[in-house]
């Protein structure tokens, strides 16, 4: 499963940003059997699951997120989303798009997000 993960960038505390990512490869019936998700590795930390949802539609994310992050799927363009808002300086971070299917464990190239204050 091939992964192309964008959109990160620099931003202002409270300000905006959305990461996509693309799985072009994927036939509309796996995507749907695919567990999606958004994990993020900030420097000396653990990578940890930010959103995710799996392919009965459940929907988790991390405490800190609620409210502020949501995520989405799109079959249509093989593409599940994370647009985060309310950005803080704590959100800084690589941001790493995952998929599961079958039990194994697919990683995009992490994204750089930078919140400045």
């Known amino acids: 499963v091939q992964l192309q993960a964008s959109g990160g960038g620099l931003v202002q505390a409270g300000g905006s940003l959305r990461l996509s990512c693309k799985a072009p490869r994927m036939i509309t019936s796996t995507f749907w059997a695919t567990d999606f998700g958004w994990y993020r590795q900030a420097p000396g930390k653990q990578r940890d699951m930010v959103a995710s949802f799996n392919q009965d539609g459940n929907i988790h994310y991390e405490d800190s997120v609620k409210g502020r992050f949501i995520i989405s799927r799109d079959s249509s363009k093989k593409t599940v989303t994370l647009q985060m808002t309310n950005l803080k300086t704590e959100d800084t971070a690589v941001y790493y798009c995952?998929?599961?299917?079958?039990?194994?464990?697919?990683w995009g190239e992490g994204t750089l997000v930078t919140v400045s204050s």
């Open positions: 995952h998929a599961r299917q079958l039990g194994i464990d697919y």
